[in-house]
């Protein structure tokens, strides 16, 4: 069941219904809670709408309660490291534990477009 609000969080979360994505991903996290997916789409939805104290919160619990998910792996990869070859590193380790983390993928692109490596940038 758990999946269900899931997938209803990211589909609202798609068409920037961000407040129908949080309550979604509080029913995913309510019936899952040991899932770090929905808190970091929750956590994600919550900076979307200006929300900043309780983004902090999810991405927070992610690190704290998951620390070696992909998405705390991914969040240490964008908040917290400061070099690009680091969080590169950081970024194909997350996709190695979880290979469906569009967020990752794009950063992971992103950061290897910005040091000049396109070619790669567009295999990511």
Request: glycine residues 4%.
């Amino acid at each position: 069941m758990a999946i269900l609000f899931c997938t209803l969080g990211w589909d609202c979360q798609q068409f920037r219904q961000y407040e129908l994505a949080i309550n979604a991903y509080n029913q995913a996290i309510s019936l899952q809670p040991e899932n770090p997916w929905p808190i970091l789409r929750r956590g994600i939805c919550h900076k979307k709408v200006g929300d900043l104290a309780a983004a902090a919160i999810d991405f927070n619990t992610v690190m704290s309660d998951h620390p070696d998910s992909a998405e705390a792996i991914y969040l240490s990869a964008i908040q917290m490291t400061s070099s690009n070859e680091e969080r590169i590193n950081q970024l194909t380790e997350a996709l190695r534990r979880n290979k469906d983390f569009p967020e990752a993928w794009f950063s992971r692109a992103e950061i290897l477009y910005s040091i000049g490596n396109s070619e790669d940038a567009l295999r990511a």
